[in-house]
């Protein structure tokens, strides 16, 4: 039999016949897998930075002197491929333990590896590996099934509103896995096997690193993928928003109401609806009739506007013809740039648009003319990118775009729709740039985005799957996350269940990433299909009760910001995110990996936030390895064991970590007021 390995340049190589595999090291403890059939493909778009790092002057490549395997040995992680099979399995180098093995579906075909012809290059993947029943499963981006460990479900790796496919897993075994394809598909986590699914790629390509816990992982995985780039101070505070505010006048009545309260306001947003037409990205005069002076009179108070921004381009709008006469829209497969319906115009009635091609540099810099010259000259820097996956009927994968067809790319739009203001707003002068985003994809958090959780119920259920939902896209090295508050579709501010939610939720989202009121109140006006406005949304619209516990959680905000920062500035050099699941700071506590309703925020706060209508106690869990003060009580428990408190509804149960002092407490001049 002919040797089928290869060794160059660091690089393992197997063939057989027509399929060919190649290892080789991408960074500490990690190695880069891919295969295809006659060749490697080397420039596909993808989540990791295009250069491989430098590497570890200790790699170790060798064939087996029997010549039956060959291995690649590059810090932690042990690959050995098998010379008749082909067949892949990694180890622990220093303890030997095995961590992730190829399976094949069937003893003859097809392979742990499989690729069925789809036509133009393109093929039906699938990756096999073998399946533990203990194995524990973390990130794959947000979906909202309500768990925090993904083993036993399917996910599909796709965008859609409040879905977002982020392809980054964690394991408990002691790898991190970036299945590193934009293409649409689906990843199965069964108790007879794992199989990753591209419905139609060139090859597979995917990121491996080995460590022993998951903080190891998640750095490593930001130094494959990108570190975090640095929140703007202003992003921290209390983000006011609604389904919306329909004119400049109502907007800053808002603004002023919150200053005559003495209530802090840290940003202002200015939802969709406020141009004259799809793909305009510019303020309709006939409401807003003197935006610079608004912006003006918002920074006197201290306020940042931040305004809704659509990817979708309407034919009636100024940017129509330019972009589509200069090939930068997304289109049909027949080359039609109108691939989408959505209201426009005076009727409200939906009419064909297209999508701005966020994979052209073209596109991206024309997109960035528009907010620069209608929004951030006047002083608007912070961009809510909504519909970025972007949304649209039957899916996005339809479309073709620069980078590729959209079942090949699709999912990297959101990437790159974020991009494009990152480094334009970099190259204009801003060293810290947020995007509001509704999705993401690896990667996404080198280009400054803050995911939030889509279009939610208000209820109780949906506040409970927020929290294994935020957390998971913590695992998937995104550290900027929020919710809306009070959930997005509907809610009644006159209802009582309502206004306990409302507290509830707050109390949630103070110590998330950011913190953030958003929603459609009822009583709900449509514009065509499209929600045009709703009822109250502000901290006052829902009682004195609600609105005593409400603003308390306003003033915590303040005070934590300097730890939040803090802490951010961390993760910006080692990948650590702000809102921690137990499993990241206790791994060596086997009840932690298991928590999915409470997390730690920083290194000292353990949250537990309240998921039940008329709740008034909560059992929590207290991680071993520490000590835990209970802030309501001021008593201190040791580490390993459940408690349960008293959760009166003013109060979320918190617990400090050993001896830390966070500033949580309310100095004694705000105790007075």
């Given at each position: 039999?002919?040797?089928?390995?290869a060794l160059?340049?660091e690089?393992?190589?197997?063939?057989g016949?027509?399929?060919?595999?190649?290892?080789?090291?991408?960074?500490?403890?990690?190695?880069?897998?891919r295969?295809?059939?006659?060749?490697?493909v080397?420039?596909?778009?993808?989540?990791?930075?295009?250069?491989?790092?430098?590497m570890?002057?200790?790699?170790?490549?060798?064939i087996?002197a029997?010549?039956?395997?060959?291995?690649?040995v590059?810090?932690?992680?042990?690959?050995?491929?098998d010379?008749?099979?082909?067949?892949?399995?990694?180890?622990?180098s220093?303890?030997?333990?095995e961590?992730?093995?190829?399976?094949?579906?069937h003893?003859w075909?097809?392979g742990?590896?499989?690729?069925?012809a789809?036509?133009?290059?393109?093929?039906?993947?699938?990756?096999r590996?073998?399946?533990?029943?203990?194995e524990?499963?973390?990130?794959?981006?947000?979906?909202?099934?309500?768990?925090l460990?993904q083993?036993?479900?399917?996910?599909?790796l796709?965008q859609?509103?409040?879905?977002?496919?982020?392809?980054?897993?964690?394991?408990?075994?002691?790898?991190?896995l970036?299945?590193?394809?934009?293409?649409?598909?689906?990843?199965?986590?069964?108790?007879?096997?794992?199989?990753?699914?591209?419905?139609?790629?060139?090859?597979?390509?995917?990121?491996l690193?080995v460590?022993d816990?998951?903080?190891?992982?998640?750095?490593?995985?930001?130094?494959?993928t990108?570190f975090?780039?640095?929140?703007p101070?202003?992003?921290?505070?209390?983000?006011q928003?609604?389904?919306?505010?329909?004119?400049?006048?109502?907007?800053?009545?808002?603004?002023?109401?919150y200053?005559?309260?003495?209530?802090?306001?840290?940003?202002?947003v200015?939802?969709y609806?406020?141009?004259?037409?799809l793909?305009?990205?510019?303020?309709?005069?006939?409401?807003?009739?003197d935006?610079r002076?608004?912006?003006e009179?918002?920074h006197?108070?201290?306020?940042?506007?931040?305004?809704?921004?659509?990817?979708?381009?309407?034919?009636?709008?100024?940017?129509?013809?330019?972009?589509?006469?200069?090939?930068?829209?997304?289109?049909?497969?027949?080359?039609?740039?109108?691939?989408?319906?959505?209201?426009?115009?005076?009727?409200?009635?939906?009419?064909?648009?297209?999508?701005?091609?966020?994979?052209?540099?073209?596109?991206?810099a024309?997109?960035?003319?528009r907010?620069?010259?209608?929004?951030?000259?006047?002083?608007?820097?912070?961009f809510w990118?909504?519909?970025?996956e972007?949304?649209?009927?039957?899916?996005?994968?339809?479309?073709?775009?620069?980078?590729?067809v959209?079942?090949?790319?699709?999912?990297?739009y959101?990437?790159?729709?974020?991009?494009g203001?990152f480094?334009?707003?970099?190259?204009?002068?801003?060293?810290?740039?947020?995007?509001?985003?509704?999705?993401?994809?690896?990667?996404?958090q080198r280009?400054g985005?803050?995911l939030?959780?889509?279009?939610?119920?208000?209820?109780?259920a949906?506040?409970?799957a927020?929290?294994?939902?935020?957390?998971?896209?913590a695992?998937?090295?995104?550290?900027?996350?929020?919710?809306?508050?009070?959930?997005?579709?509907?809610?009644?501010?006159?209802?009582?269940?309502?206004?306990?939610?409302?507290?509830?939720?707050?109390?949630?989202?103070?110590?998330?990433?950011?913190?953030?009121?958003?929603?459609?109140?009822e009583?709900?006006?449509?514009?065509?299909?499209?929600?045009?406005?709703?009822?109250?949304?502000?901290?006052?619209a829902?009682?004195?009760e609600?609105?005593?516990?409400?603003?308390?959680m306003?003033?915590?905000r303040e005070?934590?910001?300097?730890y939040?920062?803090?802490?951010?500035r961390?993760?910006?050099?080692?990948?650590?995110?702000?809102?921690?699941p137990?499993l990241?700071?206790?791994p060596?506590?086997?009840?932690?990996?298991?928590?999915?309703?409470?997390?730690?925020?920083g290194?000292?706060?353990?949250?537990?936030?309240?998921?039940?209508?008329?709740?008034?106690q909560?059992?929590?869990?207290?991680?071993?390895?520490?000590?835990?003060?209970?802030?309501g009580t001021?008593?201190?428990?040791?580490?390993g064991?459940?408690?349960?408190?008293?959760?009166?509804?003013d109060?979320?149960?918190?617990f400090?970590?050993?001896d830390?002092?966070p500033?949580?407490?309310?100095p004694?001049?705000?105790?007075?007021?």
């Amino acid at each position: 039999m002919l040797n089928p390995f290869a060794l160059s340049d660091e690089v393992l190589t197997w063939r057989g016949g027509h399929h060919l595999l190649t290892v080789e090291p991408w960074g500490a403890d990690s190695v880069r897998v891919r295969a295809g059939l006659h060749r490697i493909v080397p420039d596909l778009p993808g989540a990791l930075e295009s250069d491989r790092p430098t590497m570890n002057p200790d790699i170790r490549l060798e064939i087996a002197a029997d010549g039956q395997s060959a291995t690649l040995v590059n810090g932690r992680a042990d690959v050995r491929i098998d010379a008749a099979t082909g067949l892949l399995t990694v180890r622990h180098s220093q303890t030997g333990a095995e961590v992730l093995r190829e399976q094949p579906a069937h003893f003859w075909w097809p392979g742990a590896r499989h690729f069925e012809a789809a036509g133009g290059g393109l093929h039906r993947i699938e990756q096999r590996f073998a399946s533990d029943p203990r194995e524990r499963i973390y990130g794959l981006g947000q979906h909202g099934h309500g768990r925090l460990d993904q083993k036993g479900m399917v996910l599909e790796l796709a965008q859609r509103n409040g879905e977002v496919s982020i392809p980054f897993a964690v394991s408990n075994r002691g790898y991190g896995l970036l299945w590193n394809s934009p293409a649409v598909g689906r990843v199965e986590f069964a108790e007879n096997g794992t199989r990753w699914v591209s419905d139609r790629a060139r090859q597979i390509d995917y990121w491996l690193t080995v460590g022993d816990t998951p903080a190891q992982i998640l750095t490593a995985y930001a130094g494959a993928t990108g570190f975090p780039s640095a929140m703007p101070r202003w992003a921290s505070g209390f983000w006011q928003s609604k389904l919306r505010y329909r004119n400049q006048e109502e907007l800053l009545e808002v603004a002023r109401e919150y200053a005559r309260r003495g209530l802090p306001l840290s940003v202002l947003v200015i939802d969709y609806l406020h141009w004259k037409h799809l793909g305009d990205w510019d303020f309709d005069t006939a409401d807003w009739p003197d935006a610079r002076t608004m912006v003006e009179e918002l920074h006197a108070l201290g306020i940042e506007p931040a305004v809704s921004v659509w990817p979708s381009v309407s034919p009636l709008s100024e940017s129509y013809a330019t972009m589509r006469d200069a090939g930068m829209l997304a289109t049909a497969d027949n080359g039609a740039a109108i691939t989408g319906a959505w209201p426009d115009g005076e009727s409200g009635a939906e009419i064909g648009v297209g999508f701005y091609d966020a994979t052209d540099a073209r596109a991206r810099a024309h997109l960035w003319e528009r907010l620069q010259t209608n929004y951030y000259k006047l002083g608007i820097r912070a961009f809510w990118l909504d519909g970025c996956e972007p949304e649209l009927r039957p899916a996005p994968h339809t479309l073709t775009y620069a980078a590729g067809v959209g079942s090949e790319v699709a999912n990297l739009y959101p990437r790159e729709h974020a991009r494009g203001v990152f480094e334009h707003m970099r190259a204009a002068g801003e060293t810290e740039v947020l995007s509001l985003v509704r999705s993401a994809w690896a990667g996404s958090q080198r280009y400054g985005v803050a995911l939030w959780s889509g279009d939610i119920e208000p209820t109780f259920a949906a506040l409970a799957a927020a929290i294994p939902a935020g957390l998971n896209v913590a695992m998937s090295g995104l550290p900027w996350w929020n919710s809306d508050i009070g959930g997005f579709h509907g809610g009644d501010p006159d209802d009582p269940a309502y206004r306990e939610l409302v507290v509830r939720w707050f109390q949630f989202g103070v110590f998330c990433p950011l913190f953030r009121l958003h929603g459609h109140r009822e009583p709900r006006v449509s514009h065509g299909t499209v929600g045009d406005g709703g009822g109250p949304n502000e901290v006052w619209a829902y009682g004195p009760e609600a609105y005593e516990a409400i603003t308390a959680m306003l003033r915590l905000r303040e005070r934590l910001r300097p730890y939040i920062h803090a802490h951010l500035r961390d993760g910006e050099t080692n990948g650590i995110p702000l809102m921690r699941p137990l499993l990241l700071a206790f791994p060596d506590d086997e009840a932690a990996w298991g928590v999915e309703d409470q997390y730690l925020f920083g290194p000292d706060i353990l949250v537990a936030p309240v998921t039940a209508l008329g709740a008034r106690q909560r059992r929590v869990y207290l991680p071993a390895g520490a000590e835990w003060t209970h802030t309501g009580t001021g008593r201190r428990y040791p580490g390993g064991s459940h408690v349960t408190v008293d959760a009166p509804l003013d109060a979320i149960p918190l617990f400090v970590r050993d001896d830390a002092e966070p500033p949580l407490a309310p100095p004694v001049s705000e105790e007075a007021q």
